[in-house]
C-alpha cells in the first residue's frame, strides 16, 4: 500500500518543478564535502547573479525533473548519492563562472551533468562554459570588430584630406617666402 507523500515534500516538489521551469540553465553536482559556511559563501555569490543552489533529496529531485519535461530522463542516472542543483536564472555563464571559480578553490562542488540552451550538457560542456568570457567583455569584443572598418574608412578619408591641406600650407608658405 503506497502511502501519500507529506505536505512537506509536495511543497519541495512544487518548489522545485518551478525553479526548473524558471531555470535558463541548470546543473547537477556533487556537494559531499562542502561545509554549511562553504555551502551558504556559494548561495550568497550566487544571489548576485541571479541563480541559486540546493540540495535536496535525489528522489524529490527527480519527481520535480518529471513535472518540468520528459526530456530530461538521462540527468536520472546522475541522480545517485549526494546531489545538489545549481539553477541559473539569470546570465547563465556568470553562474557557471562562479560554481566553477568556487570549486577551484574548494576542490568541490563536482559537476555531474545538467541541463544549458535546451539541451542534456556535460561535465565537459561545463568546463567550456566556465572558460567563456563575460557576456560584457563579448559584447565589447563585437561591438569594437563593427566598429574597426568604419574608423578604418574614417582614417582612410581623413588621411587624404589632411595631405591636401598639408600641401597647400606648403604651397601657401612657399609663395609667402
Known sequence: MKTKPNQK???????????FARAKA??????????HKELEDLRRKLKKVEADYVVVKNT????????????L????EHLKQSTAMLFAFGDEIEAVKILADFAKNATMPKVKAGFFSGSIASEADFKKLASLPSRNILLTTLL???NSPIQGFHYALSWNLQQF???LENV?????N
Open 60 to 71: 524529490l529531485l527527480k519527481k520535480g525533473m518529471e513535472e518540468k519535461d520528459k526530456t
Open 144 to 146: 569594437n570588430r563593427l
Open 26 to 35: 541548470f546543473f547537477l553536482t556533487d556537494y559531499k564535502g562542502l561545509t
Open 165 to 167: 591641406v598639408t600641401v
Open 172 to 176: 601657401k608658405n612657399k609663395k609667402a
Open 73 to 76: 530522463e538521462p540527468l536520472y
Open 9 to 19: 515534500k509536495q511543497d519541495t516538489v512544487k518548489d522545485l518543478s518551478d525553479k
